[in-house]
């Protein structure tokens, strides 16, 4: 696997939460950089060694537009309404 996709939400306590499309790993975080840390450790934790994506996305979606707007953001489309963070994992991260 080359490539993890996250999809991050504000979590409706406060905070962010992010869940892997495709895989079962979730976290959540206060803030976004912690979040950015908290999925790195997710990722660290459940793949074995040089399994690892060497990349993972997080997609921001967010939860102020209509019905339909967040159902299409949601699945990606149009991405005017999400924005896309990537981090780049050294292979020693």
């Given at each position: ?7 991050v ?55 102020k ?29």
């Amino acid at each position: 696997m080359n490539e993890l996709i996250f999809l991050v939400e504000e979590a409706p306590e406060g905070g962010y939460a992010a869940r892997a499309l495709g895989q079962s790993i979730f976290t959540e975080a206060e803030t976004l950089e912690e979040l950015r840390s908290n999925v790195r450790e997710a990722v660290r934790c459940h793949f074995e060694d040089g399994q690892a994506p060497k990349v993972i996305r997080l997609q921001l979606c967010a939860r102020k537009y209509s019905p339909v707007r967040q159902s299409a953001c949601c699945n990606f489309f149009p991405l005017a309404l999400c924005g896309f963070q990537e981090i780049c994992l050294a292979p020693n991260w």
